[in-house]
């Protein structure tokens, strides 16, 4: 995704936006990237045959015990930090008691009363037309921000997968994702129109991402979100009664359940009807919601503390330790790059939309200080190599380094950005033990100093346009680029287009006296 503001509603805003203010919460559900499942020793593998990544303690066997993954602990961590939430220094987990035969124990372990981070927050583009009620800004924000409030992060396991297009008569079930561990990010209902709950789960990934903690897929079910949509008259500070949308697997599908959600809701409470509390699942074919349980009538989990694992401690130590392996997120080089490198909003939104664009750059500013040329070629001609051939920063075969030194040649002099961006750059991709002076040598692409060679080119021009000559002379300053053109074509693009055009103009002027 590009860094540009990409607004994805339909046009114009919905009657009733003018009556009822829309409020909506979500639940994201983010599986880990571990090797082992949350509480076994079980591989944590996408895509395997069905129920081969299975043991005695994932099928929840009488008399298997269940194992804490460190790693799931920092992972869950992380997240928090990143999303300025405060990190529980104690803390137990939750048996969450339901059954379904994609859960074979018949609980899933969870956590309840003691989440391991609490009362963070995320900021978003700022999209509103109007104040509404919402989180206040601080002075921590960035200018266009909007801030949207988190609740709490805890860990849990994922459940298997039913499957019910497989038989015509039975549903299949695999266990490989069973015991997959899992963090759900419960936001505050602070978001208020669709086009915001986009931004905020494009910032959720976007973190997620940045520290390797989720891939963040959500066609692969990687990253999954229900969401808490109801509405309130504007103004009033009591909330709507909500209702839970299920069963979105892409970000567009969300705007689409929270629009068609609010307008269903808005019909109903126009006719002087009453919402129910209840489970929605989303059909995308449809593009409507469709009721599927009440909540009045959902199941009393009964929590209590797990027996089989002991309480968790993470100390400030072990936070601080976790905090200084985080590399740096996307606000931090944002504010980075507009406050020291004086780079445009634009541009830094830019650089920081993905983790290995961010990188790249970083390590191409690491040999050069023309902070904005080096942008402008990560942006430009490297982003548009790899986004045409479907590849990924880490496939570009020109290396930051390399990179650098081809800013350098032109910052020097030594080779004219056209000379660099239409033949050197491709050599670069062709020949990649090679530097860029090392193939501007090479291929004889160096920018001439000779003035007496720019001077012989210049008055064979003069001497084939007299015309023009004449016409400069009597004030049509807009030749000054055929001259150019003339000389560097004669030169075959290697003079120095700032030293040629004084040289050109100087000429021109004594042609006039």
């Not at 114009?12 to 559900?29: D, R």
């Not at 689409?256 to 307008?263: F, L, M, S, T, W």
Request: glycine letters at 8%; a negative charge.
């Amino acid at each position: 995704m590009s860094g540009k503001k990409e607004v994805v509603t339909g046009t114009g805003a919905p009657h009733w936006s003018e009556t009822y203010e829309l409020v909506v919460g979500l639940e994201v559900h983010a599986q880990l990237i571990t090797e082992s499942k949350a509480y076994s020793s079980d591989p944590n593998a996408y895509g395997d045959h069905p129920n081969t990544n299975v043991s005695v303690i994932t099928l929840g066997h009488p008399g298997t015990l269940p194992v804490a993954n460190k790693k799931v602990v920092e992972l869950a961590v992380r997240m928090g930090l990143a999303t300025n939430c405060t990190i529980a220094d104690r803390m137990h987990y939750a048996r969450k008691n339901y059954f379904y035969p994609d859960l074979p124990k018949g609980y899933q372990i969870t956590q309840d009363k003691t989440p391991i981070c609490t009362n963070g927050f995320v900021d978003i583009p700022d999209t509103r037309d109007h104040p509404r009620s919402s989180s206040p800004k601080t002075a921590t924000m960035e200018a266009g921000m909007t801030r949207i409030g988190i609740t709490r992060i805890h860990m849990e396991e994922d459940a298997g997968k039913s499957i019910h297009d497989v038989d015509p008569f039975n549903t299949l079930v695999d266990l490989n994702r069973a015991g997959v561990p899992l963090i759900e990010i419960v936001s505050e209902p602070d978001i208020r129109s669709a086009q915001e709950a986009y931004d905020y789960l494009v910032e959720i990934r976007r973190l997620v991402r940045y520290l390797d903690i989720c891939d963040g897929n959500m066609e692969e079910g990687s990253l999954r979100c229900d969401a808490n949509i109801s509405l309130r008259p504007i103004g009033s500070g009591t909330f709507g009664t909500r209702c839970e949308v299920k069963n979105m697997n892409s970000f567009r599908n969300v705007m689409r359940a929270i629009e068609y959600e609010a307008q269903r809701q808005s019909e109903i409470l126009a006719a002087g009807g009453t919402i129910s509390m209840e489970t929605r699942t989303f059909d995308a074919g449809k593009g409507s919601t469709i009721g599927m349980r009440s909540k009045e009538l959902a199941h009393d989990y009964r929590y209590f503390p797990e027996p089989d694992l002991q309480p968790l401690t993470v100390s400030a130590a072990v936070q601080e330790a976790i905090r200084k392996e985080m590399p740096p997120l996307p606000r931090e080089l944002r504010a980075k790059y507009t406050g020291t490198y004086g780079l445009s909003d634009y541009d830094a939104a830019i650089l920081t939309d993905d983790k290995a664009t961010a990188l790249y750059y970083e390590g191409v500013i690491a040999h050069t200080g023309n902070y904005k040329a080096a942008a402008n070629w990560v942006m430009g001609d490297v982003r548009s190599w790899v986004n045409e051939r479907g590849l990924t920063m880490a496939e570009f075969p020109i290396s930051a380094e390399r990179l650098s030194g081809l800013v350098q040649l032109i910052d020097t002099g030594k080779v004219s950005h056209t000379i660099a961006s239409q033949k050197l750059f491709p050599m670069m991709l062709e020949e990649v033990t090679s530097s860029a002076a090392d193939l501007a040598t090479k291929h004889d692409l160096l920018q001439s100093t000779d003035e007496g060679l720019i001077e012989s080119i210049m008055h064979q021009v003069m001497a084939t346009y007299p015309d023009k000559v004449e016409a400069y002379r009597k004030g049509n300053k807009g030749l000054l680029g055929l001259f150019m053109g003339e000389v560097m074509k004669g030169t075959k693009g290697k003079a120095d287009p700032k030293r040629t055009n004084e040289v050109v103009r100087n000429l021109l002027e004594k042609a006039n006296a």
